[in-house]
């Protein structure tokens, strides 16, 4: 009998998806974007090799997916409808070596380096390494920013990658609007952990509003704050996160990380 393959080497499933192993790529930014956040031959080659090397699943670098949310220069953006053509050379180039690829969607929030762009953010609250003073978001700010993450995933959908993962982490607008330390509002968007968690809820429905309901969306989230005092935030969070009920779409033991179909918070102790 012929020996069989590692578990990680094993066909999986995430939601409807297959994916031909378990051995996902992680997002890395690859800074190989046009000047105007367009994909090159450049980041082809990249993709090409990454999936050729034998992974099921790769995510890509961060893509911001409004102007006032890019990070840094040569940065990949999905903005614009212009963004899809070349962005699809990438997703076949992957799809010729037998891989699967989400695309990260991203907004810089308060840590743009982008001189040209005023930074957002949930509060005015000082940026401990990007020191560049934010401005607060208005409602119909916040309005603009989920609608931007919705079209970005419809544009993704269109320029053929499997699926899109949020960007909830390294302290992006995603997880600022999660955090205690960083937003300070008291209103529809902030005040206790279960209007601090809508931010990123909505955008997950206006996500799937735009995609279907079964397009892939996976989500990075962070739990912690790298400033002095934040063990209380990062306790809370960490309830917030097994507060919230996922429905999964794919059945059970179907395989990896199934994708998240629904949520809602239902609750979780902050202290």
């Known amino acids: 009998m012929p020996p069989q393959p590692h578990a990680f080497m094993r066909p999986g499933n995430i939601g409807g998806l297959v994916v031909k192993n378990r051995l996902i790529r992680a997002a890395t930014s690859e800074t190989m974007a046009t000047a105007s956040g367009e994909a090159t031959d450049e980041l082809v080659r990249l993709y090409s090799d990454l999936a050729r090397g034998g992974a099921g699943l790769i995510i890509t670098g961060h893509i911001y997916v409004e102007p006032r949310g890019q990070y840094e220069p040569r940065q990949l953006g999905l903005d614009r409808d212009e963004r899809v053509a070349p962005l699809a050379r990438v997703t076949d180039a992957v799809h010729r070596h037998g891989g699967r690829i989400f695309a990260e969607l991203s907004h810089a ?131 917030v996160s097994r507060g919230w009920e996922l429905i999964f779409s794919a059945p059970r033991g179907a395989g990896i990380n199934p994708v998240l179909k629904h949520a809602r918070y239902i609750g979780g102790s902050s202290s």
């Open 109 to 239: 929030g308060s840590q743009s380096l982008i001189p040209e762009i005023v930074p957002l953010a949930p509060s005015i609250v000082p940026n401990a390494i990007f020191a560049r003073p934010p401005v607060e978001m208005t409602k119909a700010d916040i309005g603009d920013v989920i609608a931007g993450f919705a079209d970005a995933a419809a544009r993704a959908q269109r320029a053929g990658f499997d699926g899109v993962h949020l960007h909830s982490g390294n302290g992006y607008l995603l997880s600022q609007f999660n955090s205690p330390f960083a937003n300070r509002r008291d209103d529809h968007w902030g005040g206790d952990p279960q209007r601090r968690a809508r931010f990123i809820l909505e955008v997950y429905r206006a996500m799937r509003r735009a995609t279907g309901v079964d397009f892939p969306v996976t989500a990075r989230l962070g739990l912690a704050d790298a400033v002095d005092n934040a063990a209380v935030g990062n306790w809370e969070r960490m309830q």
